[in-house]
């Protein structure tokens, strides 16, 4: 009975903790101490690859100067991003279910301008998550290191994002690799600026499980509620 007891305790902390999970952009000026940033590293090294090639690679970054530069390509990188979408109405779509106008021009307005990227300037640490080539599933392997960082990083009481807008536009990868040092085995998957939350955002709405789960064929809901 206890260990039945201990495992819904265990149960309901983990998935608390999941639930607590945001993506957070607003960091106060408390530094994330150095037993935090071990713990994430920790939560990141023990995760699933194909193979254990554990092919995942970590960079912390404390330096501003760094940090600054990173912001800005980030900035620049989303800016051109969303910029195209929006010009190809695709962004349009993605919030055509958006009623109130004046919310949808400021959500507009701040993919374009790449701010939604450019608040990694404001942390004190990141932490550049970086592949090696080489590795089957790469990019599979670090989601699922990624994955553990952000559940451990919410466990610790801390806010991240994890950002790819330095990484996807080969012009912004080749100026990150140079910042960073990073050489031709290896690709920077994500960076994830990491700090103490000024608030904790409201949770996004999420689609029921019986939008989500089906039952042998697509189209059949496992879940009927």
């Known amino acids: 009975m206890a260990g039945k007891q201990n495992s819904t305790e265990i149960r309901n902390l983990v998935m608390d903790v999941i639930y607590k999970r945001r993506s957070v952009r607003r960091f106060t000026d408390e530094p994330v101490s150095e037993e935090d940033l071990k713990m994430i590293i920790e939560a990141a090294r023990w995760a699933p690859s194909g193979e254990n090639s554990q092919g995942w690679r970590f960079v912390i970054i404390k ?3 760094i940090i600054e530069k ?9 800016a051109r991003r969303f910029t195209g979408e ?7 779509s993605r919030f055509s279910g958006l009623q109130d106008e004046d919310k949808k021009k400021r959500a507009f307005e701040k993919l374009m301008s790449g701010n939604v990227s450019r608040f990694v300037s404001t942390a ?6 970086v592949g090696k080539k080489d590795v089957w599933d790469v990019q599979l392997d670090n989601a699922a290191a990624i994955e553990n960082m952000l559940i451990m990083i919410s466990a610790l009481g801390l806010g991240a994002t994890w950002v790819i807008a330095p990484c996807t536009d080969i012009r912004d990868e080749i100026e990150v690799n140079k910042l960073l040092g990073i050489t031709k085995d290896y690709k920077v998957i994500s960076i994830i600026p990491i700090g ?3 608030r904790l955002p409201n949770p996004r709405p999420r689609l029921m499980l019986k ?5 042998n064929k697509m189209g059949n809901p496992y879940f009927k509620e």
């Open 124 to 129: 004190l640490v990141v932490i550049a998550v």
């Open 70 to 78: 990173l912001g800005e390509i980030s900035g620049y990188g989303s």
């Open 196 to 198: 103490h939350m000024d």
């Open 63 to 65: 330096d501003k100067d």
């Open 86 to 92: 929006f010009v190809s109405k695709r962004l349009q």
């Open 211 to 215: 939008e989500i789960t089906f039952e």
